[in-house]
Nanobody, 133 residues
Framework: VQLQASGGGLVQAGGSLRLTCAAP????????IAWFRQAPGKEREWVSC????????YYPNSVKGRFTISRSNSRETAYLQMADLKLEDTAVYYC???????????????????????????WGRGTQVTVSS
């Protein structure tokens, strides 16, 4: 499925943005959806996931309590609501989809959560989020 991420922009620290993930002509109801981000010079990192089966959501500690992933009522789009943005949230944000029922969440040795980007084979073009001081 070809995904499109949108909604990025320039925001001051402490501000909010909502990103949207859509697949024209395709309902995302049949996929679990994840968001990843990649900052300049850094590896792509996972920031949220929502199960296809039950809507349960997952976040790493770096964004937990600030970011919220959700789906539209029509299931045609997914969202990433970001609040209390920090300078370190500056990155290109990507949405990804997988037909599995559940997010393949891993528990790291320091008891954080993670998802490997290799679990997803459908990606969209990213959207730039820049947080300024």
């Amino acid at each position: 499925v070809q995904l499109q991420a949108s909604g990025g922009g320039l925001v001051q620290a402490g501000g909010s943005l909502r990103l949207t993930c859509a697949a024209p002509g395709v309902t995302l109801e049949y996929y679990n959806i994840a968001w990843f981000r990649q900052a300049p010079g850094k590896e792509r990192e996972w920031v949220s996931c929502i199960n296809r089966s039950d809507g349960r959501t997952y976040y790493p500690n770096s964004v937990k309590g600030r970011f919220t992933i959700s789906r539209s009522n029509s299931r045609e789009t997914a969202y990433l609501q970001m609040a209390d943005l920090k300078l370190e949230d500056t990155a290109v944000y990507y949405c990804a989809a997988d037909k599995g029922a559940l997010c393949k969440v891993l528990i790291t040795p320091d008891l954080n959560l993670d998802i490997r980007q290799e679990e997803y084979d459908s990606w969209g073009r990213g959207t730039q989020v820049t947080v300024s001081s």
